[in-house]
């Protein structure tokens, strides 16, 4: 296939939408800046406490309201009108940074500060994420759908690499306050964007489901096909208990190689880039399959499991390069599958099953990465993360298998 055809599928959601162009610059931004205000957070916490668990609270404010709100948001994205709701949640975020900012630069920042801030933005997120990945639907489409979500992928892994890098070097020279500033200033760029688009408006359903009932019906959703069962249960199982590298890298750097923070962030970045590349094969297939989240999710085990028992950098930088994009394949290509299987009236929900199987047992996860290191190191964590996910890959292609293989009629009996 000739580079410059290659170039044209890798890309086509950006060629062929204009929507999804200014989505795409929108949260180009955004996303930097929301991981340089991760850093600031950390820091900052560290920095008033002294205290390696107050930085792990931080943590564990932030992503608990995903937990319990996600599913909730996926029912009010099916309800509403998709650009206020992203909107209006990314207003939130934009006043939580705001705010951030001001207390810190002027030098009345408290820890309570940060952990109800850092609520506040949780729940925000957690209403955000159903809402945006169901307008991307709206904007490009079925056929160019697991490209776009192929490439946001890339988007945020991207930003992940740059924005604590950049974070780090504001805090450095200016202080945790400017990167606040700087994180509030890039929410404007992604109203503006979301102001702009041009989304033909959600077709009538005919009738409006209580929230509550609606929760209700994305789970029966969730359920009711094998196909979906088996993606929603391979994310929510190796997004708990595989994918718990905020925690385990770190523990890696400094227990396992005995190195310092220059090395996490070695590492930290290899594994970024490994998703960046996963994330471009995403987006050239343009394809969401099963087969991507169960052989993608096998891979992601499989090479955790190489991983556990090495001490030597030049390895683990090539194994987390290969676990980053067998992660990718697995992520992106669940969310695409999901909201393909859904009916118009669960697009919103669909995306909220994804988000909280993906993130919802990160708090549980966490802090079981955190005892296995405890009791048997990163080697320890690491085989039983990689082990959950191949279990977890087997078992799905297994019960997939089993209904396609044809059933032998029944024999007669005999008189």
Same mark, same amino acid.
């Given at each position: 296939?000739? =580079?410059?055809?290659?170039?044209?599928?890798?890309?086509?959601?950006?060629?062929?939408?204009?929507?999804?162009?200014?989505?795409? $610059?929108?949260? $180009? @931004?955004?996303?930097?800046?929301?991981?340089?205000?991760?850093?600031?957070?950390?820091?900052?916490?560290?920095?008033?406490?002294?205290?390696?668990?107050?930085?792990?609270?931080?943590?564990?404010?932030?992503?608990? =309201?995903? +937990?319990?709100?996600? !599913?909730?948001?996926g029912a009010i994205a099916d309800r509403v009108?998709?650009?206020?709701?992203?909107?209006?949640?990314?207003?939130?975020?934009?006043?939580?940074?705001?705010?951030?900012?001001?207390?810190?630069?002027?030098?009345?920042?408290?820890?309570?500060? %940060?952990?109800?801030?850092? &609520?506040?933005?949780?729940?925000?997120?957690?209403?955000?994420?159903?809402?945006?990945?169901?307008?991307?639907?709206?904007?490009?489409?079925?056929?160019?759908?697991?490209?776009?979500?192929?490439?946001?992928? $890339? %988007?945020?892994?991207?930003?992940?690499?740059?924005?604590?890098?950049?974070?780090?070097?504001?805090?450095?020279?200016?202080?945790?306050?400017?990167? &606040?500033?700087?994180?509030?200033?890039?929410?404007?760029?992604?109203?503006?964007?979301?102001?702009?688009?041009?989304?033909?408006?959600?077709? =009538?359903?005919?009738?409006?489901?209580?929230?509550?009932?609606?929760?209700?019906?994305?789970?029966?959703?969730?359920?009711?096909?094998?196909?979906? +069962?088996?993606?929603?249960?391979?994310? !929510?199982?190796?997004?708990?208990?595989?994918?718990?590298?905020?925690?385990?890298?770190?523990? /890696? $750097?400094?227990?396992?190689?005995?190195?310092?923070?220059?090395?996490?962030?070695?590492?930290?970045?290899?594994?970024?880039?490994?998703?960046?590349?996963?994330? /471009?094969?995403?987006?050239?297939?343009?394809?969401?399959?099963? !087969?991507?989240?169960?052989?993608?999710?096998?891979? &992601?085990?499989? &090479?955790?499991?190489?991983?556990?028992?090495?001490?030597?950098?030049?390895?683990?930088?090539?194994?987390?390069?290969?676990?980053?994009?067998?992660?990718?394949?697995?992520?992106?290509?669940?969310? *695409? +599958?999901?909201?393909? *299987? *859904?009916?118009?009236? /669960?697009?919103?929900?669909?995306?909220?099953?994804?988000?909280?199987?993906?993130?919802?047992?990160? =708090?549980?996860?966490? %802090?079981?990465a955190g005892w296995l290191v405890a009791h048997?190191?990163?080697? !320890?964590?690491?085989?039983?993360?990689?082990?959950?996910? @191949?279990?977890?890959?087997?078992?799905?292609?297994?019960?997939?298998?089993a209904v396609r293989r044809p059933r032998r009629?029944?024999?007669?009996?005999?008189?």
């Open positions: 296939m000739r =580079p410059a055809r290659l170039r044209g599928r890798t890309f086509a959601s950006l060629h062929n939408h204009r929507d999804y162009r200014l989505y795409f $610059a929108g949260n $180009a @931004v955004s996303f930097v800046g929301t991981w340089m205000q991760q850093i600031a957070a950390y820091w900052l916490v560290l920095e008033l406490t002294r205290s390696p668990v107050a930085v792990g609270a931080l943590a564990l404010v932030q992503t608990l =309201p995903i +937990t319990v709100f996600a !599913l909730l948001g009108d998709l650009r206020r709701m992203v909107i209006g949640c990314e207003s939130v975020l934009a006043a939580v940074a705001t705010t951030l900012a001001a207390l810190a630069l002027t030098g009345a920042i408290e820890v309570w500060h %940060l952990y109800a801030l850092g &609520f506040a933005q949780g729940v925000a997120i957690a209403l955000d994420a159903p809402a945006r990945h169901t307008l991307v639907f709206r904007i490009v489409g079925r056929d160019d759908l697991p490209n776009a979500v192929a490439l946001s992928s $890339a %988007l945020g892994t991207s930003a992940r690499i740059a924005g604590p890098a950049l974070g780090g070097l504001v805090v450095a020279a200016a202080g945790p306050g400017v990167a &606040f500033a700087v994180n509030a200033a890039s929410y404007a760029f992604v109203i503006c964007a979301i102001v702009a688009i041009r989304v033909a408006p959600r077709p =009538p359903t005919g009738t409006v489901t209580p929230v509550l009932a609606g929760i209700a019906e994305g789970l029966r959703f969730a359920f009711g096909s094998r196909r979906v +069962t088996v993606v929603f249960l391979t994310v !929510l199982v190796v997004g708990t208990f595989s994918f718990n590298f905020d925690v385990l890298l770190p523990l /890696l $750097a400094k227990h396992t190689l005995d190195e310092g923070a220059e090395v996490f962030g070695l590492i930290a970045a290899v594994f970024g880039c490994g998703a960046l590349c996963g994330a /471009l094969i995403l987006a050239t297939v343009g394809r969401a399959r099963l !087969l991507l989240v169960l052989g993608g999710a096998a891979g &992601f085990g499989a &090479f955790q499991l190489l991983l556990a028992p090495q001490e030597t950098l030049l390895v683990v930088c090539v194994l987390l390069f290969g676990a980053g994009i067998f992660y990718v394949l697995w992520g992106s290509s669940a969310l *695409a +599958t999901l909201q393909l *299987a *859904a009916p118009e009236q /669960l697009r919103g929900r669909a995306a909220s099953l994804y988000f909280f199987a993906f993130q919802g047992g990160a =708090p549980l996860g966490g %802090l079981l048997g190191g990163t080697r !320890l964590a690491f085989a039983c993360a990689g082990t959950v996910a @191949v279990v977890v890959a087997g078992a799905g292609t297994a019960s997939v298998l009629a029944p024999s007669q009996a005999v008189p």
